[in-house]
């Protein structure tokens, strides 16, 4: 039998969207039991990341109506599935979007589970964190150091980790100068994440009204994206060795290739509608790359919060209840949060 803090049974809320483009309700649910390599969450944070909205809307296959999003997920343990083992009730953890995945392939095999053919979305494969609890694999659990809150955990697990797993998987090195792309949900984790690992961080956006901006979250320069060729000015500073874009405009991404350093990369985590234009003679140039990166497992997630921990790297939040969930759902679709809204449920 699994271990639990809760009497069986019971009822729970969830944020339930029944069809494509429907309105996130508030409804009330039978609380799941975990089964065998599962634990059950009492969440006490989720946060709305733009990745929510593609699942609201179908577009990952595998997405079943009426469909509970939301993959930021940060709270206790409060029951144990059977067979457990290296968790406890009361446990603090987090889970981002990888949740969960087969164990078996090569990608799980040689530590890159992210990659896994059969991963785990929570959201798509099973309910996710817009609710009082939620039920996942133990393989998908993250611890959450002290010194984080929920509210401050829950947005680290999936933009946090994007942007931090990253960073510390590129050529850059510390004192390289490394560009971050983008202020917003992800790209002020990323300007603060670049500062903390020791890289000459520059950061580009629209508008010499960031600056003030840019420098308070750490960056050392700041380039403004409508007052000139962004290229030219990362060559003036002898050229980027990483520009990490976290945009949604794939010309503003394009327009940074010719500014990279020799062997530069471009790493994309913003996912653009439109085609990247880039030619062959841009990449020979200097030996440049182009590649994406895609979030990371439970222990890059874990390895992420601890970092923040003691480097004092923190997701700037905007906190709603989850009642309010529609309302903040609609103020992360309109650019207005600064920068991830977070739901919480009052645990």
Same mark, same amino acid.
């Given at each position: 039998?699994?271990?639990?803090?809760?009497?069986?049974?019971?009822?729970?809320?969830?944020?339930?969207?029944?069809?494509?483009?429907?309105?996130?309700?508030?409804?009330?649910?039978?609380?799941?039991?975990?089964?065998?390599?599962?634990?059950?969450?009492?969440?006490?944070?989720?946060?709305?990341?733009?990745?929510?909205?593609?699942?609201?809307?179908?577009?990952?296959?595998?997405?079943?109506?009426?469909?509970?999003?939301?993959?930021?997920?940060?709270?206790?343990?409060?029951?144990?599935?059977?067979?457990?083992?290296?968790?406890?009730?009361?446990?603090?953890?987090?889970?981002?979007?990888?949740?969960?995945?087969?164990?078996?392939?090569?990608?799980?095999?040689?530590?890159?589970?992210?990659?896994?053919?059969?991963?785990?979305?929570?959201?798509?494969?099973?309910?996710?964190?817009?609710?009082?609890?939620?039920?996942?694999?133990?393989?998908?659990?993250?611890?959450?150091?002290?010194?984080?809150?929920?509210?401050?955990?829950?947005?680290?697990?999936?933009?946090?980790?994007?942007?931090?797993? !990253?960073? +510390?998987?590129? %050529? /850059? =090195?510390?004192? @390289?100068?490394? #560009?971050?792309?983008?202020?917003?949900? &992800?790209?002020? *984790?990323?300007?603060?994440?670049?500062?903390?690992?020791?890289?000459?961080?520059?950061?580009?956006?629209?508008?010499?009204?960031?600056?003030?901006? !840019?420098? +308070?979250?750490? %960056? /050392? =320069?700041?380039? @403004?994206?409508? #007052?000139?060729?962004?290229?030219?000015? &990362?060559?003036? *500073?002898?050229?980027?060795?990483?520009?990490?874009?976290?945009?949604?405009?794939?010309?503003?991404?394009?327009?940074?290739?010719?500014?990279?350093?020799?062997?530069?990369?471009?790493?994309?985590?913003?996912?653009?509608?439109?085609?990247?234009?880039?030619?062959?003679?841009?990449?020979?140039?200097?030996?440049?790359?182009?590649?994406?990166?895609?979030?990371?497992?439970?222990?890059?997630?874990?390895?992420?919060?601890?970092?923040?921990?003691?480097?004092?790297?923190?997701?700037?939040?905007?906190?709603?209840?989850?009642?309010?969930?529609?309302?903040?759902?609609?103020?992360?679709?309109?650019?207005?949060?600064?920068?991830?809204?977070?739901?919480?449920?009052?645990?």
């Amino acid at each position: 039998m699994p271990a639990s803090t809760a009497p069986p049974g019971g009822a729970s809320r969830a944020v339930r969207i029944s069809a494509p483009g429907g309105t996130p309700l508030l409804v009330e649910v039978a609380r799941q039991e975990p089964g065998p390599g599962s634990v059950r969450i009492a969440v006490e944070a989720c946060g709305v990341c733009h990745s929510d909205l593609l699942i609201s809307a179908g577009f990952l296959p595998g997405t079943t109506y009426p469909v509970t999003p939301g993959h930021e997920i940060a709270g206790r343990i409060d029951a144990l599935g059977e067979g457990v083992e290296g968790w406890r009730i009361g446990d603090r953890v987090a889970v981002g979007w990888y949740g969960g995945s087969c164990g078996r392939c090569d990608a799980c095999r040689e530590g890159d589970a992210v990659l896994c053919p059969q991963v785990s979305i929570p959201g798509v494969a099973y309910p996710g964190g817009y609710a009082d609890s939620v039920v996942v694999p133990a393989m998908a659990l993250a611890a959450i150091p002290d010194e984080l809150t929920a509210a401050e955990a829950a947005p680290l697990a999936c933009a946090g980790v994007t942007v931090f797993n !990253a960073l +510390r998987r590129s %050529a /850059a =090195r510390p004192g @390289d100068t490394v #560009a971050i792309l983008g202020l917003g949900g &992800l790209g002020h *984790l990323g300007v603060q994440f670049a500062h903390a690992m020791g890289f000459h961080t520059v950061a580009v956006a629209r508008g010499r009204e960031k600056e003030a901006l !840019a420098h +308070r979250l750490g %960056a /050392a =320069r700041y380039i @403004d994206s409508t #007052a000139g060729g962004v290229a030219e000015a &990362l060559r003036a *500073l002898g050229g980027a060795k990483v520009v990490l874009a976290t945009v949604t405009d794939a010309a503003a991404m394009g327009a940074t290739i010719d500014g990279l350093g020799r062997r530069g990369e471009l790493i994309v985590v913003g996912v653009a509608p439109e085609h990247l234009k880039v030619t062959a003679f841009q990449l020979l140039t200097g030996d440049r790359k182009i590649y994406g990166h895609s979030s990371g497992a439970a222990v890059d997630t874990q390895d992420t919060l601890r970092f923040a921990a003691q480097s004092g790297v923190r997701a700037w939040i905007e906190e709603m209840p989850l009642e309010e969930t529609a309302a903040a759902v609609a103020r992360m679709t309109s650019g207005r949060a600064r920068f991830r809204m977070v739901l919480t449920t009052g645990r």
